[in-house]
């Protein structure tokens, strides 16, 4: 228990430390959201009315510690303010409405990549030395290779070329949200690509993470006894060699959830998908601070989260964790 | 399946990922997608807009809101006084407002109001909701976009509504009439508009909102509207397109009228088919060279007419801007349709390089040749500008002017022309109801702040009794002949003085297909800005449409 208490802790602090650079990364960049506005609207505001606007988007020349205390209350109240960009619609509801599509993509995607990579992986490691070892040079390469080139050369041979899959957007522009069969199967068609891209850019490395952690661990004593004793060889590939070889596997998986949040705008860019990645993107181009400020709060807080989950897999799949230090 | 054949798929979890995809594939064809939306039963098809670049919409419908607000709203749905056509300059048309009269010297502003409008909801339009539209404008003045000096309202008839205020407002005709769409009492004043996200837009317009999603709203015809038998198209769909996904929009056909940079328009967009897939880019702003004047060099006049008789402007519009634009009238009043302001006496000036005296021009001016060294400050994102920018720091260095060119973020550069902290730049200036806005914005010493301080305007900062003195001429009249005048004589000072080097128009952006609708704005009839995203003429555009084949 103490050993929990201990990380909860960890886990207040790194929040705090979060929300405060949360606070500050933004303000340190260049320029003023209004000043870019008005760069941008071509001419739809009158120069006079500048300062008017500066008002309407509550952009204070109050102190900074004035501002921190504000931006530390309103979170406490659960409010992210109003973006700038899409004024005056809440910072909270932008979320709300483009976080399901980033979980839901590539998160979906990540555990998809996840267990067939970690599957794969073991595989390997238990027929090294057979053909099978031919697939390591292929995985080396899709490590190597940048995910949007990946990607972009998928949707250049799929989508533009081949045109099997639609190249962008959630969903079809025939279906309206609904939770019924068309707009459902609509969503897969569009995430298939997309998805397809996340799964191959990420597995290679899971395989490869898996593979050398098992090869390590089929040398140990314990392994060697197992299959001394003639347990099936089945048993002793998963209970005895996978169980123990998973561990770092899965420390890797609970970072990877938490970037799912974040590490995704890349995909969401190339496919023009109406996640969370896009809005950021959006958010910094317009230097949005309430939008950007609210999109790194659910980032950070989702990366803790996901190493809070990590700690508490280790405590169940790991003895050596619970005994007391 | 035989056993045979199971032994021999003994890794089966290989082929998992490809049979996912399959079964995804599957489940995707049984939705059978029909993007085309070809309507049935020989109703007029609809029209599928791109205005502006969006990965989502956010459901925003309030016409007080300058961003954020979903496009169509000014226009399709709420309704201007008067429309306004930038593309000839003086031109105006009575729209919800039959006329307008100014009195005590541009003070007073006294407004009638068409008969028989009616809000898409069945209540009568009237001179109420006039006065609540202005006067919540004085109410928040976050939302007096158009900084009108308003000091009250009368309605003097259920037609007729006066607008007063605190200082001659003439040159303002435009935020009052051109541009404020006006919006329903009765249902605007139970909220806050400056929150208020008006889900549910009521208004006078050819068009009602039919549906919403994040990816795609739809706008369908008005029975009632006041103009009989209009509009022609019955349904509008504005689908969410990212600035990748228009130019694949576009090559795949499923855009009807779009306003988009396209990189290569011959291969992508008009691909062999001019006669269908058209195009029509005409002026809606001035690109120019900054010189930072308060730089002791660019002070001097004839170093700034050395620098502009070296560069070299067809140069940058061919390789630049792939002659998608046209080189500006040096005394930056946009051509054509601004005829009327252009200085006689510089009628047909035009530009022409001339290094020999630029270099003449230089030695004349007396600068030490070695303080010819400059930076060249243009936002990276904007590549034509950084191609611009490279081809006159090409065209400089032949007369011994030593340029840096150098690319920063879009943010970084908006602060540092804002502040004055640079040498040279490349920016745009918006044109407007008539050349005075974009020449005001120029050369107005008013907007010109200390160097460190962000300006909104003459960020070369041209400080000129003469210049001002126009300024207020124009604001100070309603006739026509001597608002023309007024920008006459700027124009001569820009083409005299060369307070800022004009260099090209920055293009309104209009892609138009014309296989399900003709009718659209042209080089020989622009009777609106033909681009989708410039409220409210695209709702003007769309009134004009009519069937292909008719």
Redesign the interface.
Known sequence: MRFLARRLGFYLLTAWAAVTLNFLIPRLMPGDPVDLLVARLKGNVDPAAIDAMKRAFGISDAGVWQQYLDYLGNLFHGELGRSITFFPTEVSTIIAGSLPWTVGLVGVATLLSYLVGTFLGVIVAWRRGSWLDGVLPATTFMHAVPYFWVALALVFVFGVTLRWFPVSRAYGLDVMPAFDGPFVSSVLYHAALPAITIVIASMADRILGMRNVMVTTLGEDYVVMAEAKGLTSRRVMWAYAARNAILPNITSFALSLGFVVGGSVLTEIVFSYPGIGSMLLKGVENEDFPLMQGIFLVISLAVLAANLLADLAYVVLDPRTRQEA | MSARHWKRSR?P??H??IA??AA??L?????A???K?AAAGGEAPPLVIHAIDA??F???FNPF????VNFGSTGMIYETLEFVNKLKPGESTPWLATKHEWADKGKTLTITLRQGVKWSDGTPFTADDVAFTFDTLKKH???????LDLTGTTVLAPDKVELDFGSTSYA?LY?IVG?RAIVAKHLFEKENP????NPKPVGTGPYVLS?F????YEMKKNPAYWQPGKPVVPTL?F????A??VQ?GLQQGEIDWAGAFVPDIDKIYVQGQPETNKYYFPP??LVSLYLNLTKPAFAKPEVRQAISLAVDRDRIVKVAERDYTTVAHPSGVPMPGGDAYLPPEHKDAEYAVDVAKAKQLLQQSGVNPAELSFTLLVPSPYTDWVNAAQLIREDLAKIGVKVETRGV????W???V?KGTYDMTIR?????PTPY?ALR?LLDGD?AKPVGT?S??NYERWKDGETDKLIADYAATDDQAAQEQAVQGLGKIMVEKLPVLPLFYSPAWSQYRTGKYVGWPSEQDPYAMPSPYTSPDAAVVLLHLRPAGT
């Open positions: 890794t979890l290989r998992l990922p996912a995809v995804l594939v489940a995707g064809c049984s939705g997608p029909q993007e939306g990965g989502s956010q459901e925003d809101h300058l961003e954020g003045p976050e939302l007096n976009t158009g900084a303002k935020n541009n400056v929150t208020f996200t549906a999603s994040s990816q795609l769909r689908p969410a397109y990212t990748n996904a694949s809606e702003g973020a879009f943010q970084d908006v602060s540092k804002g745009g200036t918006p044109g407007g806005s914005t907007l962000s909104s305007g």
